[in-house]
Structure formats: structure tokens, C-alpha cells
């Protein structure tokens, strides 16, 4: 592990005055200091602003829960913001804020952040920096890359604790993709050894309603959707290829880092897979939770 930490970046100015370290792997930047398997750079930056997109468009909107006026709400784990942003235009009287262990790099060609949206850095693993009871919506999407898979009862408590007495609290997760065929099978299988060696588990997406559910939550709602990954599934299927091989190319620096496959044998598998995705019908899973803290 200790040859993944050789080469620490001292990062930007802003990156620096935020107190976070990064390293560098295989072309990609990662944070140095949290088990997070994804890289967090400009590349993955427009993979998840595409992810939100895909998702909001896959899911019909950004939330599930029956939100009624909320007066707060908190995104935790908000990556580049988007998420948090469209909820600040949806919800013009309402507090947003968004915390993450990086701060969201500013759009120079976008739109300001809106004025009822703040940013407070925060590590959801060491507790979020916000008293009891403070937000009437907790929404944490897609860290399951993010969160040791021994922590994750501590921050199911933790999204608990920071929510008001009445409040919901939403969770989406995904899981591996299906069915993709024998070369899709081999990248998920190295994908998630990878992870494992970083104390992540990519396997618990469905699992994740239950922690929340042991941590508290009541009149719970759990429902899961498949998208289709491969032309086979239209616009979203494309769209759904497009974000699953962004995630596989993503981890490729770590699986080759840490010797689990070298980086031309991970290259040539993830071609195969591309050129089978027709071929077989793969899938994408995601798990949506939601339920309310007990008055
Ligand atoms: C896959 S991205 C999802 C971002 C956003 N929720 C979305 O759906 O677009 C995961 C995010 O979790 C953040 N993250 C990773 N580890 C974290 C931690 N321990 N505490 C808070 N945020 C974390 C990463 O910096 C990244 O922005």
C-alpha cells in the first residue's frame, strides 16, 4: 500500500488552504488520508456532473422522499455539486448546504453557487460538522466507494443524528453492474478486490436501507431500479455505458497499483467488455432509501 502514497501532490493554492492532500496514480489524483477508491479530479469531475444528469433523468428528479417546505437540507459526500445547486433553485427559501471531503472546483464558465447554498468541508467518517438535529433532509448519494464497510452503522447514526426530529433522510447506492458477460464479470471481480484492500465493500449497495433502518429510521420506503447498460437501452443505456466505463477507468490506476492486474491486461479486459456489452444485456443497479427520524 505504502508504494500507492509515494508521490503526494502539494495541490493549488485552494486546494491546499482546504487542508486536504492529494496523490497521484496512474495519471489520475486521489485523496490521500480516506479509503476513497475513486480518483477525485477534473475528469471525474464531468463524470459525475453526467451522472447526476443520468440519474435525475433515470429516476424522474432529485429526491424521493415527501419533502414538505424543508427549511434545511444537507448533502452529504455533495462531489461537484450539482445536486445541491438544483436543490437551492427548487427550493429558493430553503438553507442548502453541501459538505465533502473536497471542496467543488469552481465553474468558471457556470453559474455562481446559488446565494442559499454553502459548503462546509467535512469527513462523514469522523463525524459531520453539524449539531444535533439541524436539517430537515439528509440526502447522501453514491459514496458507497467512499465508506469503510465497517463504519457504515456509525454513518447511518451520524445522517440520524444531524437530521431534525420529523426530517428524512434519503440514500442512493448502486452496485456492480450485471450481466455484462465474462470480461465485465473479471473487471467488477478486480474492481471490488481493490476496494476490499481499502476497507471499501462495492457489494453493499442493497444492504444500505438496513443500516439506516438498525440506525433508527422509520416509515421507511426502499425501492431499486435497473437501468440497461449498452445501445440496447436507447439513450439511457448509452448514457449508462458511458458512466459505467468511466467508473472502470477510474479504478484502473488503484487495481494495477496494487498489483491485482496490470495496466495492459485491465486495458485489454475492458475492451472486451465494451465489445460484449451488445451482445449480453447488462444492467446497473441503484438503491434508493428513504425514511423519517422518529419525532
Ligand atoms: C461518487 S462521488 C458522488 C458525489 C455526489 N454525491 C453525486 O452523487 O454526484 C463521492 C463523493 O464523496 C466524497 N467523499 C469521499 N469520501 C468522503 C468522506 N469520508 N466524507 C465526505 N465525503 C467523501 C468524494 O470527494 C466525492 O465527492
Excluded at 429526491?63 to 434545511?72: D, E
Excluded at 446565494?115 to 439528509?138: H, M
Excluded at 465508506?147 to 420529523?166: C, F, H, M, N, Q
Aim: aromatic share 10%; charged share 20%.
Amino acid at each position: 500500500m505504502a508504494t500507492l502514497f509515494r508521490r503526494r501532490d502539494r495541490g493549488t493554492a485552494a486546494e491546499r488552504g482546504t487542508g486536504r492532500r492529494f496523490f497521484w496514480l496512474g495519471g489520475r489524483r486521489h485523496v490521500a488520508d480516506a479509503p476513497y477508491v475513486l480518483p477525485s479530479d477534473d475528469q471525474e469531475i464531468n463524470r459525475l456532473d453526467f451522472q447526476h444528469y443520468m440519474l435525475r433523468y433515470a429516476l424522474r428528479g432529485n429526491y424521493a422522499a415527501p419533502l414538505n417546505h424543508p427549511a434545511t437540507i444537507l448533502d452529504v459526500g455533495s462531489g461537484t455539486g450539482r445536486w445541491a445547486y438544483e436543490m437551492a433553485a427548487l427550493f429558493p427559501e430553503t438553507r442548502i448546504v453541501g459538505t465533502d471531503l473536497v471542496a467543488p472546483k469552481p465553474d468558471a464558465s457556470g453559474p455562481l453557487p446559488p446565494p442559499n447554498y454553502t459548503f462546509a468541508q467535512g469527513n462523514v467518517l469522523e463525524g459531520l460538522p453539524f449539531p444535533d438535529d439541524s436539517f430537515d433532509f439528509v440526502h447522501m448519494r453514491l459514496l458507497l466507494f467512499a465508506i469503510s464497510a465497517d463504519k457504515w452503522p456509525a454513518v447511518a447514526r451520524e445522517l440520524i443524528r444531524v437530521t431534525r426530529p420529523g426530517g428524512w433522510v434519503e440514500s442512493i447506492e448502486t452496485g456492480p453492474q450485471q450481466h455484462g458477460g465474462p470480461a465485465m464479470d473479471t473487471l467488477v471481480g478486480w474492481i471490488t478486490e481493490a476496494s476490499r484492500r481499502r476497507s471499501v465493500d462495492p457489494l453493499l449497495g442493497p444492504h444500505v436501507a438496513s443500516f439506516f433502518a438498525n440506525a433508527g429510521l422509520t416509515s421507511m420506503v426502499t425501492r431499486a431500479i435497473s437501468l440497461p447498460v449498452g445501445r440496447a437501452g436507447g439513450r439511457l443505456g448509452n448514457m449508462a455505458a458511458a458512466d459505467v466505463f468511466g467508473v472502470v477507468a477510474g479504478v484502473k490506476p488503484l487495481v494495477a497499483g496494487l498489483g491485482i492486474a496490470d495496466a495492459q491486461t485491465y486495458d485489454s479486459v475492458l475492451e472486451a467488455a465494451r465489445a460484449d456489452l451488445d451482445r449480453h444485456h447488462c444492467t446497473l443497479p441503484f438503491y434508493i432509501a428513504y425514511g423519517q427520524k422518529p419525532r
